[in-house]
């Protein structure tokens, strides 16, 4: 069986997603990881679009991609010009790329509504187009848009345009779900309807719009498809394209078919991270193989199989997809998930004083109102309080906010604390638009001059729940915080009736638990104390 081609849209389409941009130097380093991947299609974007779009193919062009190639995306020539003199088509062989990908109206209405021509003009705009652009040597690749749309109101129609690009010397012809609206079934009865066609190698790019984007590439595939198109993170206009990070999992791993990304699966779970930090998105915890979620575990009973065999309780090894098993802490969780949290320090087994007392500490904690699943970074702070190996980064001596608004300014905080660090008397102010940004900036305005690794660690999300809304005010608030340093994110989590200080308990474990895991072990591994100090990981 033929090996599917991989075709990246997340630069183009993937941008046009809610929330997604991206600087032109992210989308070199983007472009950089999904050639690592090993895709064999990069989309750049369209280059007639801004000087962005015609900057970034200026500075990919001179990268050297080891296997990826670059492609430029645009339109056909418009109605009654020459594609010589046409903008749209004179943009792609500016663009340098090895491959275009130009696309086309296939739905007759759009034909007709959109670009106010007739049905044969639009296929002379096809063929003309795609012709020049293979008389300039490049690879041509042609999107049908509104494929499924157009087959449906006029079959014949739709096979015609795919076979004008075909005959033209589109080296492949790729049916999108434009606007997404179609279910698996109706993908393959019309996959194979095309197949009796002549119409070369197919593609497909689907959207999202019925949620069934990846099952449609992947029965796209069964019915002959070899090039499927799609974004990293299933970003893309509305709810999105095909999810590569999905997509290409369920192509090796369930239908066993051949890509080039196949012996770099591991590398995925980094690279849906990578990119959404970049995006600046916090990723989707429950996308399926590269989410947080994706093989995490919660009962101590499910645990305890994992231990023994996972195969009974995973569909496949996360392993494969660079994801890791997590056992959530709970009160349901067992002595043996206890114990694997352990294993990083030491030889621990479920006899060991130390699981008793974390069991202990856990279920007291637990009814105080903290919740360790989602705070993983707390939790390893308690462990190594039981074993000794908890090094504090501060002493708090006392901290005072007061917030005050005025007739004419927005409400403000102003902050100031004292603490003990390293032996050192220090102070901290600042003033910040609620309690816990001035928190935050006081702690690293007392800790930064003698700590300035404090400076890469960010605060990246923060959520707040009420845990007994009976007690109105009184009632007691669960702080989450989310801290990143751009490689790692670690969750904490902070429990009090008032909500300052249950954010000063998550604020401070965040910084804590970096301290205690990146700094202080970056310096004893390091020989040279004194250098390491602002090692991270
Ligand atoms: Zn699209």
Known sequence: MTSVAIYDTTLRDGMQGLDVSFTLDDKLKIA?????????????????SNEKERAFFERAGKEHFEHARLVAFGSTRGPGREAKNDTHVTALLEAETPTVIVVGKTWKAHVDRVLGTTPDENLRMIHDSVSYLKSHGREVLFDCEHFFDGYRDDPEYAVQVARTAAEAGADCVIPCDTNGGTLPSEVTRIYEALSEHNLGPLGGHFHNDCGTAIANSLAAVEAGAEHIQGTINGWGERCGNADLCVFIPNLVLKQQRSCTAADRLQRLTALSRYVAEKANIIPDKRQPYVGIAAFSHKAGQHADVLYKEAGLMEHVDGGLVGNERRIILSELAGRSTIVDKLKRYGDYDKKSPEVAELIQTLKKREQEGYEYEAAEASFDLLIRRVIGSYR???ILKNYHLESYKTLEAPAKTVGRLFMRSN??????AAVGVGPVETLDHALRDALSPHH???NKVHLVDY???VLNPEEETAAKV???????????TWDTVGVDENIVEASWQALVDGFEYYYNNYVLENVSESSDNEASE????
């Open 423 to 428: 032996s050192h008397e220090i102070m901290g």
């Open 534 to 537: 602002n090692a991270g990981p």
């Open 32 to 48: 950089r990881a999904l050639d690592e991947l090993g895709v064999d299609y990069i989309e750049g974007g369209f280059p007639l």
């Open 392 to 394: 504090p980064l501060l």
């Open 478 to 488: 669960r702080v989450f915080i989310s801290l990143s340093d751009r490689n790692e």
């Open 452 to 454: 300035s690794w404090i």
């Open 463 to 465: 959520r707040v729940r």
